[in-house]
């Protein structure tokens, strides 16, 4: 969380290590950005390298179709569905 004043934020932090391409977010990450409109995800962009890493801090757009970054960039929004397997004994 970050708060300044009467701004309040909730914010998930990602890394990856090349070039921006697409992040995946949890289920309770996607669930809780899809209700609280002061929700963000900062992704740091070649998270390894100090002199090519960039932060993204992006939000959902107010249709919530698309995520958009503060510098503008669109990431579109694909939900997919997944299931964990257990071997049993």
Known sequence: EAKA?????????KGIVGDL????????EYYHSCRHQNYRVCIL???LNPKT??????????????WVSETGHRMKI????????????
């Open 45 to 47: 962009e070649n998270a």
């Open 53 to 66: 890493a960039q932060l993204h801090i992006c939000c959902l757009n107010k249709n919530r179709d698309y």
């Open 21 to 28: 391409t697409a992040i995946e977010l949890t289920p309770n």
């Open 78 to 89: 694909m939900e997919v569905q997944s299931a964990k397997l257990k071997l049993e004994i």
């Open 5 to 13: 004043g009467t701004i309040h934020l909730r914010l998930e932090a």
